[in-house]
């Protein structure tokens, strides 16, 4: 007969204090969700939120009985000071109000259990991921609305992205302008002739286009290869797990506002079609679906001639003209690039357009000026010299 060997002491002892921190951590997300449903108005929200606490009161239960089967008595914690102040302002003002913070700290305990075997076998971890996701997207509804579900969102029909496409174009164009316009002008300060300021502005045109153009590749292949890897997870979640995904649809539609009954129908319905299901899904829990992944070539090139439209308009007196004809037709160009500029950011500030112009040239100006007066000062110096 094989005799069982106990853990050792310091195992044991390690042991108890995870079980004592996941315990405290536990009755600290209980409590913080049962505030919040006391705060909160809306009968679906709070129904909601007190799901979620009755979800944490299991996880309570399970480090209770780990520390009773490791020999040591369940410590009686209290609730956190920082889930008690949270709690007092979702009272006061409201549980939109704590709701970025809410997610900030759901987000930051998703991986929490993830090294933790027990945990891992009870599917604590799916159970964080799944409440950080909820946060998640009330977090980025910023408002809590009963008008029911966006079918067409669902369905992918009339994406958005058109202000936020305006906004990086005229970003880069005022990039390329800005930076081009206070080269040419402290390099035309120094007064190295023609030829020295159209080479030096046309090199920074070409290192500012190409250093952008890599820029927004790397950041929209990384972005892709995320998505792409989060969609493998996703997928295989939803074959394996059916059940629990269209619980998870369940709770954020509940999130949205919906009833009980019409966000478990709605997240059914979806869950019927695998393909829907996991587009749907990428959209409520990772914010994008897979035909909105950008192409990071087309999204390098675009930035390489929007950056290098706006630089191109400094630089191109000089290839015709020199000293001060050249100089007064590049501020000109430039003025008018940035006049331009800010008349087209009104589009989606809603400002005035002879304000927004005349903040766009102000702040042009002021920049081709100070690096104008500064290659002025170093190249007196430098003739001096």
Known sequence: MTETK??????????????????????????LYRLLADAESEPHLKQLFEELAVSEDRHIALW????????????????????????????RFGTRTVTPIVSRMELAAVTMYDGQPDAVAHRLPED??????????????GRYTTD???IARIEGRHRGGTGNALRAAVLGVNDGLISSVSLVMGVAGANPGRSVVFLTGFAGLLAGSFSMALGEWLSVRSSAESFERQ?????EELEAMPEEEEAELTLIYQAKGLSEPEARAAARRIVQNPETALDTLAREELGMSAGEVGNPWVAGGTSFFLFALGAILPVAPWLFAGGTVALVASAIAAGFGLVLAGAVTTLFTGRNVVFSSARMLFFGIAAAAVTFFIGKLIGVQAAAG
């Open 6 to 31: 106990s853990p050792p002491p310091t195992s044991r002892a390690a042991d108890i204090k995870r079980f004592r921190s996941n315990l405290k951590d536990e009755i600290d997300g209980a409590a």
């Open 64 to 91: 209770e009985a780990k520390i009773r089967e490791a020999g040591a008595p369940v410590p009686r914690f209290r609730t956190s000071l920082r889930v008690r102040v949270l709690g007092f302002i979702a009272r």
């Open 128 to 141: 964080e991921r799944s409440h950080a996701r909820i946060f998640r997207q009330m977090s980025r509804d």
């Open 148 to 150: 029911g579900v966006d």
């Open 231 to 235: 969609l493998r997870v996703e997928r």
